[in-house]
């Protein structure tokens, strides 16, 4: 059971008010928040926060992640008991286990390694595919069940990507593949990152020294995916929220699936869960 503390709503709106006073008092005074478009960094957060603060959200997200999991019967999402649950009140299945976080001894490498492929191929399944994919997949929020298989809890933060993000993915990870950075600025630009008062050259010098500094094997470490995602802020590239989640949760996920199973290739599963339509483009 998940309850919404009494008074929290009215906590988080007033220090929502302090941040946008400090947002719009930021890009009006300096070059950097101006640069960062701070206050609608603000906005967007605020977005998720109420969306957090609704159960009814997180219930749903839970129900559509645990459909897009069906897939993967090593990992599951706690059944939501939808007429016990409101805005202030979640009720789910409990799910017998301990969080991967208090595991204090490393688990037997050919199991860890079954668990880590379950866990990663049902989000980036769902990631692929346009379904929900947890948004924040620390070890915290995965528990190793009674029974030996994985569980994902907290679905307040969560994504979907839309057709066009997914195709743009596609071609970042083509590009990254193919250590082409005028195919990985295009990708940028058709998701709408770039943007329009930088030098094009200046960001495919950019994007070239990332490639030949994250991904000389042709293939990126998981830690690229963090790199990656500073570099587009430090370009002024603003990507799609839906995307930011993704990277951020690949980010997250590779910290995880690392812990289940040391050396983990976290982007060449991504690679191969592509399949077919990765492989063509």
């Known amino acids: 059971v998940k309850v919404r503390r009494p008074g929290l709503r009215e906590q988080v709106e007033r220090d929502l008010a302090i941040a ?10 300096t070059t950097w928040g101006a ?9 967007e957060f605020s977005d998720v926060l109420h969306g957090e603060l609704d159960f009814h959200v997180e219930a749903r997200h839970a129900i559509e992640a645990g459909a897009a999991m069906d897939r993967q019967p090593r ?11 409101s805005e202030r009140m979640l009720v789910m299945e409990r799910l017998p286990g301990v969080p991967l976080s208090s595991q ?3 688990m037997e ?6 668990l880590a492929d379950a866990l990663c191929i049902s989000q980036v399944q769902a990631m692929l595919k346009g379904e929900r994919f947890h948004g924040d997949p620390h070890p915290g929020n995965v528990l190793v069940l009674d029974n030996g298989d994985l569980g994902l809890i907290d679905f307040g ?6 057709t066009f993000e997914r195709a743009s993915v596609f071609q970042m990870l083509v590009a990254i593949k193919l250590q082409q950075p005028s195919l990985l600025h295009e990708a940028m630009v058709s998701i709408g990152a770039v943007s329009p008062t930088r030098d ?12 030949a500094a994250d991904v000389s094997s042709g293939l990126p470490s998981p830690d690229a995916l963090t790199d990656l995602l500073a570099l587009t802020n430090k370009l ?11 990277f951020r949760a690949l980010a997250t996920l590779a910290g995880t699936v690392e812990q289940l199973s040391p050396g983990y290739p976290l982007i060449d599963v991504i690679a191969d869960v592509g399949g077919a339509e990765f492989r063509e483009r």
């Open 20 to 29: 946008r006073w400090l947002a719009r008092t930021a890009e009006r005074r």
């Open 35 to 43: 640069q960062y478009q701070v206050t609608s960094l603000v906005d």
């Open 75 to 85: 990992v599951v999402a706690p059944q939501i008991i939808n007429s016990l649950t």
């Open 104 to 106: 204090t001894s490393g």
């Open 109 to 114: 490498p050919a199991r860890g390694r079954l």
């Open 157 to 162: 933060i969560a994504g979907r990507l839309d």
């Open 200 to 211: 094009p050259d200046e960001i495919e010098r950019a994007l070239s020294q990332f490639l």
């Open 236 to 246: 002024e590239m603003k990507l799609p929220r839906s995307t930011t989640t993704m």
